[in-house]
């Protein structure tokens, strides 16, 4: 299983980015999808989630920071994720990273609960 994100970089404060996670021996559909973020010095954190499957959606989740700016959507025929940031602030610096698990729960899963991780993208807003 390999997760390989892009897409990340620096930006000014208002700005636009989106996010790719490239999945590989493993099914972005049928699996909870998921974007975490780790700021400098904090924790790492649950930013969206999101549960597809027949082309159907069936659950998505957002951190109350990014609701209303970030969406999260998946490409069941490239078996990629995306994160679509708009309005970005400087709060939003940090490494981004997408991870997977089998199901998704009514609310964010902690980051150990997740099998599988990308080795993370720098997004840094200014």
């Known amino acids: 299983v390999q997760l390989v994100e892009s897409g990340g970089g620096s930006v000014q404060a208002g700005g636009s980015l989106r996010l790719s996670c490239a999945a590989s021996g493993y099914t972005t559909s049928g699996n909870c999808m998921g974007w975490f973020r780790q700021p400098p010095g904090k924790l790492r954190e649950g930013v969206a989630v999101?549960?597809?499957?027949?082309?159907?959606?069936?659950?998505?989740d957002y951190v109350d920071s990014v609701k209303g700016r970030f969406t999260i959507s998946n490409d069941n025929a490239k078996n990629t994720l995306y994160l679509q940031m708009n309005a970005l602030k400087p709060e939003d610096t940090a490494v981004y990273y997408c991870a997977a698990r089998p199901t998704c729960g009514s609310s964010f899963f902690p980051p150990r609960e997740y099998n599988f991780w990308g080795q993370g993208t720098q997004v840094t807003v200014s």
């Open positions: 999101i549960y597809t499957g027949g082309g159907s959606t069936y659950h998505v």
